[in-house]
């Protein structure tokens, strides 16, 4: 139930999932909250299409860490089952490597075990053995720094100094999972989890080891009707509690005066007051864009600007009539040299000339996503980020095509002439799309270890009532991170603002 009017009105800008989180929780606590979206739709990059009969998520299709929505819900004194049902996916991927081997990853450990056993019998125990250390990474990191605003001297005195030691945060995460595990298909698809945060392998610090913990023994679930049902759930929890929606509204600017804000300007000049601001556009283009012009310094806007982003994604959408016997619900079909991709994508910031290539079959589990006998194939590729001297017309014209020609490479026979609906999303279109920067697809990259303490914060240095919220800022990218986010943003109100 809404707490009582506090006569307080609080503006969002942008109806991610972030944004729309944050409105559910602000407007619980009494707060008259308007969101303000340049798009027709709320979800930001949780979109879906429909077209000519199929459907397809354009954006995440992996549901991870319910319990952070559930407790979202709660939070609202609703229940999210009375709103969204989800359910969980065996196996939870298949992965595809180009040598033949087929591996079907489960979360039921008999049946991985077996499945391991099958092409590398000597590394069964390994796996285990391995899942339970990034368990144990789960519990010494995610109190101090995933459930942690990471904010004031209370959240850092959190962080104890042996929370450094044996968190792997000085090795990478290839060099771990090469000294834990020996089967090379094994390491291959220890390391693939990193990119879950946009961040390569190669780079990003040991302790991203976390990350198959959260899928592996926390589950991968998935919702039925399309993980799209999640943004309609936040909209309809949302206007429950009064919050308003304003959809093709551009916001231009961040009115600050005397280190407050006052309210925001929108593209058509409007002023709109407001007693806070929650910031869900993109944190770098919120810091160097949208704020008032010299309410930043210039050592804070170019320490944001230097930020590395994650990597953007190249993004197609075949609905075609054909099925694949061999294709489950998710489906990753490996590289042959992992290693270069990412200096391809990270390094020389141009898409991979030998991929790893994931696609998201949904109608294997939800029939109506497509018509009978047909498949609607989500294909995403990870993808650098928008650089100036790239012509994304171009790569996009070339590069599809040559994805077509590499699937039916890899098995998917006929693929081409069956193609009956074919979008696609570029890095270009994500950074026109959402405004994220340069495209980027999960907020900023952890390729070094200090990334997770330089994040923007959820709560702006220097402006009492501004708030940053979304996968570009603490903890990160990722539906339950930036559910997290929002967590942190009210807490941060309450705080720092009490009234
Ligand atoms: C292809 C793809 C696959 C993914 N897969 C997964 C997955 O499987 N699982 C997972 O958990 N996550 C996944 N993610 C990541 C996940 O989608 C994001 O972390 C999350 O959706 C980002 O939410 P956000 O709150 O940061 O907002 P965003 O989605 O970035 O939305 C921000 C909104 O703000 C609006 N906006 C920006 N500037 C302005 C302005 N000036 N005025 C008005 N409005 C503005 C934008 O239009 C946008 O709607 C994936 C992402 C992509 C793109």
Redesign the pocket.
């Known amino acids: 139930m809404r707490k009582e009017d506090n006569g307080k009105h609080i503006i969002v800008?942008?109806?991610?999932?972030?944004?729309?989180?944050s409105a559910c929780l602000f407007a619980a606590q009494g707060y008259n909250v308007s969101v303000?979206?340049?798009?027709s739709t709320?979800?930001?990059?949780?979109q879906q299409l429909k077209k000519s009969g199929y459907r397809f998520d354009?954006?995440?299709?992996?549901?991870?860490m319910p319990f952070q929505l559930e407790k979202l819900f709660e939070k609202c004194d609703e229940k999210l089952e009375n709103y969204l049902h989800y359910r969980d996916l065996e196996p939870l991927a298949r992965y595809f490597f180009q040598d033949g081997t087929v591996f079907d990853n489960y979360f039921d450990k008999k049946a991985n075990a077996a499945e391991i056993e099958k092409f590398a019998p000597n590394s069964v125990n390994e796996y285990a053995n391995f899942l339970k250390r990034t368990e144990n990474l789960y519990r010494k990191t995610s109190q101090a720094f995933l459930f942690n605003p990471l904010y004031g001297f209370t959240d850092y005195k959190k962080l104890k100094y042996y929370d450094f030691l044996g968190i792997d945060a000085f090795s990478t995460v290839s060099q771990k999972v090469d000294k834990k595990i020996s089967s090379p298909h094994l390491r291959q698809f220890f390391k693939r989890f990193t990119t879950?945060n946009g961040s390569s392998p190669f780079k990003a610090p040991a302790t991203l080891n976390v990350i198959p913990h959260v899928e592996l023994n926390m589950g991968g679930y998935y919702v039925p009707g399309g993980m799209y049902r999640i943004v309609e759930s936040l909209v309809k929890l949302g206007k429950k509690l009064g919050v308003e929606y304003h959809f093709n509204?551009?916001?231009?600017q961040i009115n600050v005066k005397r280190e407050r804000v006052k309210g925001i300007f929108l593209k058509n000049g409007t002023h709109i007051k407001a007693d806070a601001v929650i910031a869900?556009?993109?944190a770098t283009?919120t810091i160097l864009n949208?704020i008032a012009p010299d309410t930043i310094s210039n050592s804070r806007k170019a320490k944001q600007n230097k930020l590395e982003p994650s990597c953007s994604?190249f993004?197609m959408m075949i609905g075609c009539r054909n099925r694949w016997h061999q294709l489950k619900h998710h489906n990753v079909f490996f590289s042959n040299d992992y290693r270069r991709e990412f200096e391809e994508i990270f390094d020389e910031k141009h898409l991979p000339q030998d991929p790893t290539i994931y696609i998201a079959n949904t109608s294997w589990t939800d029939p109506g996503d497509a018509p009978q006998n047909s498949s609607n194939l989500f294909v995403?590729i990870n993808a650098p980020y928008v650089q100036d001297n790239q012509d994304w017309d171009e790569i996009t014209e070339r590069y599809s095509g040559f994805v077509i020609e590499e699937l039916e490479r890899r098995g998917l026979d006929g693929l081409e002439k069956s193609i009956e609906v074919f979008e696609m999303?570029n890095p270009k279109d994500?950074l026109e799309?959402?405004?994220?920067n340069r495209g980027s697809?999960?907020?900023t990259s952890s390729n070094d270890a200090f990334s997770a303490f330089m994040r923007p914060k959820n709560k702006l240095r220097g402006i009492g009532n501004l708030y940053l919220?979304?996968?570009?800022t603490h903890p990160g990218?990722?539906?339950?991170?930036?559910i997290q986010?929002a967590f942190n943003a009210l807490e941060l109100m309450k705080r720092y603002n009490p009234k």
Request: proline letters at 5%.
């Open positions: 800008i942008g109806a991610g999932i972030g944004g729309l989180a303000y979206e340049k798009n709320p979800g930001g990059k949780m354009t954006g995440p299709s992996l549901f991870t879950y509204q551009i916001v231009h869900n556009s993109d283009d949208l994604g993004v995403l999303i994500f799309l959402y405004r994220s697809i999960y907020g919220v979304g996968g570009s990218g990722g539906i339950p991170l930036v986010s």
